[in-house]
């Protein structure tokens, strides 16, 4: 098991890989595999790159931190034209009703509200903004309408983890109540449990994900 200082340092050598981010405007401290980022960065999207990168090294436990987005004079919008790019953004996605979606834009902070059918409806609305230039936050209070019922929904959270290859489907369990999904057991890495949230967020009519599920690096005998 990787320590703390060698999770650290693969942890910048990351932050160095992602050619959008500057490693020396985000300061990364680790213990006990729980990794907090600090600093500032321009946009929205390079802080979610940088909280991206964190959780793809091996031996992560947890990210946190609070990167605070300072536009430079380049990337500064009025709220005004924030909200008329997001709009413009959502109106490019064919798999999302923009006339069903509100925005509101206030010193930078934008927030989306609205109702969908699919979770990945909500990504995809939220995917299409969160790099719009001028922004510092993206909320996305969009929720997604229950359809299956929960018996139904966590069967299909199951065979979702069936099929997939990395993870070990008998030791994970997923309970469904009124679209709210509870994920208990363990995996083997940050990745594996990521994987699993995913496959639970893709079941229709989902509208929370609780991750419970404990990551537990496998000892390897020598």
């Not at 390079?46 to 300072?70: C, E, N, T």
Request: with cysteine.
């Amino acid at each position: 098991m990787k320590n703390d200082l060698t999770i650290q340092n693969d942890v910048l050598d990351e932050l160095r890989w992602k050619p959008c981010l500057d490693p020396g405007r985000v300061g990364v401290a680790v213990k006990d595999g729980i990794v907090t980022l600090s600093g500032q960065v321009d946009t929205y999207s390079q802080k979610l790159a940088a909280f991206s990168a964190a959780k793809k090294v091996k031996g992560v436990k947890a990210v946190a931190g609070d990167i605070q987005v300072g536009p430079s004079a380049f990337h500064q919008k009025t709220d005004t034209e924030i909200a008329g790019a997001i709009l413009q953004a959502l109106r490019g996605q064919s798999a999302v009703d923009e006339e069903k979606i509100k925005i509101k834009v206030e010193d930078g902070v934008a927030k989306l509200v609205g109702e969908v059918e699919w979770n990945y409806q909500r990504i995809i609305a939220q995917t299409a903004v969160q790099h719009i230039s001028g922004l510092k936050m993206l909320l996305n209070e969009i929720t997604v309408k229950p359809a299956l019922t929960a018996q139904k929904l966590e069967q299909q959270i199951s065979d979702a983890f069936e099929r997939h290859a990395l993870l070990d489907a008998k030791k994970i369990t997923a309970q469904v109540i009124e679209g709210v999904v509870t994920l208990r057991g363990t995996v083997r890495s940050f990745t594996e449990l990521e994987d699993a949230e995913a496959a639970a967020w893709a079941a229709p009519g989902i509208t929370l994900v609780k991750n419970q599920l404990d990551v537990q690096e496998p000892d390897f005998i020598f």
